[in-house]
């Protein structure tokens, strides 16, 4: 069973992910699925909360399709979609949940390659953290008709990622982060991509035993009990502080901000 594929020096988050759907695509499709359940969390608890109903989610960014096909299992909608750059992750996505509809594309370059119209809901999640660019990536998906944005990242600017990145270089790490957050930095890169901001959902992510071991089982006994300790023990009994102080995943609702006549 193959390790994460680690971050190269200088190498870009979007070479990171085709190396490691190239190397180790099934097992990183299984990573992801377990992480999904979180992730749709976001999703779900934003749009009820807000009384929105959408009949069709787009998530960009999608992967092997964890996410978006635990929004199909949850059926939050009608109609699904999802887009990717990576040509073995959307044949994954396509082999596992057939009645989603997926796409191999730079959605900076076709930010919908689908024969739709419209979309209700956009999905970015855990996508932005990835990208040496995020502000023209934003901008670039206003030209795709969609009414709601819901875009989630992990918190890795506070207080104890700011004493790790003293230690060592945070970028040179397995899940290929290139960019790091608070939630005032996050809110201001929406707000000024031209969102407006609704609602926010914030959790300190906590995951269970078994997904530990079958993550870092096979790293060794010291590195297996540190991430059992930092991801699931301190995040179950100290959640607030936690989100507060070390680690957090941070999601937005947003509608996109409408030019005012003749501005």
């Not at 992730?39 to 996410?67: F, M, W, Y």
């Not at 739709?116 to 030209?143: A, G, N, W």
Request: net charge neutral; charged share 25%.
């Amino acid at each position: 069973m193959k390790k994460p594929v680690a971050l190269d020096s200088g190498k870009s988050g979007r070479d990171h992910y085709e190396a490691v759907y190239k190397e180790a695509l099934a097992r990183q499709a299984e990573w992801l699925r377990r992480g999904a359940g979180h992730k749709a969390d976001s999703v779900e608890q934003l749009l009820h909360r807000n009384g929105i109903t959408p009949a069709s989610i787009l998530e960009l960014g999608c992967g092997t399709g964890a996410v978006i096909g635990e929004l199909q299992r949850r059926a939050l909608a009608q109609q699904y979609y999802g887009v990717d750059y990576s040509e073995e992750a959307i044949a994954y996505l396509k082999d596992a949940f057939p009645s989603i509809q997926g796409a191999v594309a730079d959605v900076m370059e076709t930010p919908n390659p689908f024969d739709k119209d419209s979309f209700d809901v956009v999905v970015l999640s855990h996508t932005i953290e990835h990208l040496e660019e995020p502000s023209p990536f934003l901008q670039s998906i206003h030209t795709i008709p969609f009414e709601y944005l819901v875009a989630e990242v992990p918190l890795e600017d506070l207080f104890f990622g700011k004493i790790k990145a003293l230690l060592k270089d945070r970028s040179k790490n397995p899940a290929g982060h290139v960019q790091f957050f608070t939630r005032r930095s996050f809110r201001a890169l929406l707000a000024a991509t031209q969102y407006v901001i609704v609602d926010e959902w914030l959790y300190a992510p906590r995951f269970d035993k078994q997904t530990l071991r079958f993550a870092y089982g096979e790293q060794g006994s010291l590195r297996y009990l540190h991430k059992m300790l930092t991801e699931h023990y301190l995040p179950k009994y100290t959640a607030l502080l936690w989100a507060r102080w070390y680690h957090a995943h941070y999601a937005l609702l947003c509608r996109k901000n409408k030019p005012v006549p003749g501005g």
